[in-house]
């Protein structure tokens, strides 16, 4: 079934793997396995086992006796710069590979696989520079008879659970930067997109990552995840998911060891539209907000707030677009939208569907499921006369659904924008600098966009505020968060005596 085009072609029988744990592949042996059946084409792909507690019990004390060793942790920035450094090489002479696992598994396009696996080269080579870049600071402020330094030092070993819609991209959003920090990790990927993570730990030993500072144990979120958060050695955990995870997550360390916690959970995000903006870009870059990676973004424009003289003439635009997005076979190189990744996804989105329309929402395109042989595959879908009180303006729908609600002022749009529990990433659309700069300023989200969406790179900061999440990845933030302060008092000279 593959397209020719591409040189990609799907497995005869699905591949088997292990986990990885200490430097080395561990074979699944009588370990349960699950196997995962491509969401685009139907047919099964790989094999993974399902590790148990003592599974996770050895990779955790892997990962603490390289980091208690001083391993990675002990060596200079440089040399840990080194081994980023190869990594970015060897993830770029293994794109290829990388990307088709990620469609095999995922279902997304291979365009956007391949594109997406060439940023995360990017992201290793900042992290190569941060790595020689942090520090800390000094204070030499206390008189001639004081001396204080702030020194940061790698928090130990770090839990790491990632979900399935990016699976190796949301990864190298985290590990290069954890890595620089010193830290070791233990890392679960999403149970049915597991081979590029496990991918990942295979080319960092490649390139000299010392033996326990990444492990990978695979397995369902629902054991092996809640063990990770449990666990009384894991000194930080890294979350993304949804906001309704991540309160199980909250209260599985605070029933523990109290562990950090970073955390990217759910959105809602606007695009807000005013009738001064370009139309035609605004209307493609909505498009894009809301059908890349078949809406299964955390940072998805679902929200489409346009001002009211233009709102119906703009929802027709975007329609439009969408009607236009190819959706279909993930390994044909024109494909732009693909599969929807997991049969419980695809399940609530067309729920929702069916729910906006009993909410009383006009829906103006799309609606269903496509009808093809192999895969599973939901159009895009506009809703018009959508009101906050309706579900699908409310709550993350996961999918490629769009609410569309109109506004007056600027002031509305702002309270509309905010009119959520989430706050993780907006847009806004204007040729009008105050316009843009109010709107960014007030909006509260952690990721803003002006006159573009879900872009930008490895130095800027990501994370959300309220339910969407605690914390930042990337940049020198991303750093820093797997980071402890210390404060380091020195005394010069002779002491004033306390006791005569």
């Not at 492990?215 to 629902?222: E, I, K, L, W």
Request: charged letters at 20%.
């Amino acid at each position: 079934m593959a397209h020719t085009m591409t040189g990609y072609s799907l497995p005869e029988s699905p591949r088997e793997f292990g986990f990885y744990m200490d430097g080395d592949w561990v074979a699944a042996g009588g370990r349960e396995v699950f196997e995962r059946t491509s969401p685009g084409h139907g047919v099964p792909v790989s094999r993974i086992p399902r590790c148990t507690q003592s599974d996770l019990d050895a990779s955790v004390a892997s990962a603490r006796l390289a980091f208690e060793g001083r391993h990675w942790a002990g060596l200079c920035g440089a040399d840990r710069a080194a081994v980023l450094l190869k990594t970015a090489d060897l993830i770029r002479d293994r794109v290829d590979e990388i990307a088709h696992w990620e469609v095999l598994e995922n279902g997304k396009p291979i365009s956007q696989a391949r594109s997406e696996v060439l940023g995360c080269v990017g992201m290793f080579e900042l992290s190569a520079g941060l790595a020689r870049a942090l520090h800390g600071d000094s204070y030499n402020n206390s008189g001639d008879g004081a001396f204080g330094i702030v020194t940061r030092e790698p928090i130990g070993v770090v839990g790491l659970i990632t979900p399935w819609n990016f699976p190796f991209l949301i990864l190298c959003e985290r590990v290069p930067y954890i890595l620089a920090s010193g830290c070791s990790i233990v890392a679960k990927p999403s149970e049915v997109t597991s081979v590029t993570t496990l991918l990942l730990a295979e080319i960092l030993t490649r390139a000299g990552l010392p033996d326990g500072v990444f492990n990978v144990v695979t397995g369902s979120g629902g054991t092996v995840g809640q063990q990770l958060a449990e666990h009384m050695d894991v000194d930080m955990l890294s979350f993304t998911g949804s906001t309704s995870v991540g309160r199980l997550i909250v209260s599985a360390a605070g029933a523990s060891n109290f562990k950090k916690l970073g955390l990217e959970l759910g959105g809602k995000n606007p695009q807000i539209v005013f009738a001064d903006a370009d139309l035609d870009d605004a209307a493609d870059g909505v498009a894009f907000g809301i059908a890349f990676n078949s809406g299964q973004c955390c940072v998805s424009g679902s929200r489409l707030l346009v001002e009211r003289s233009v709102a119906d003439l703009f929802a027709q635009k975007v329609a439009e677009k969408l009607r236009s997005v190819k959706i279909g076979e993930p390994l044909d190189e024109s494909t732009q939208a693909g599969a929807i990744t997991t049969d419980e996804q695809n399940r609530t989105i067309l729920s929702y569907i069916a729910r906006g329309q009993e909410e009383g929402a006009r829906l103006i395109t799309g609606g269903s499921a496509l009808n093809t042989p192999l895969g599973q595959y939901v159009e895009p879908t506009v809703f018009c006369d959508v009101t906050m009180d309706m579900a699908i303006a409310s709550e993350e729908i996961f999918g490629p659904v769009l609410c569309v609600i109109p506004f007056d002022t600027i002031d509305e749009a702002i309270s509309i924008a905010n009119d959520t529990v989430y706050g993780l990433a907006a847009s806004v659309w204007t040729k009008n600098i105050d316009k843009a700069l109010t709107v960014s300023r007030r909006v509260r989200a952690g990721r803003f966009w002006i006159n573009t969406t879900l872009a930008g790179g490895p130095e800027l900061p990501i994370g959300g505020f309220k339910q969407s999440g605690w914390g930042r990845e990337a940049g020198m933030q991303g750093v820093e968060e797997y980071t402890q302060t210390k404060s380091i008092h020195i005394e010069i000279g002779k002491r004033s005596h306390w006791v005569a």
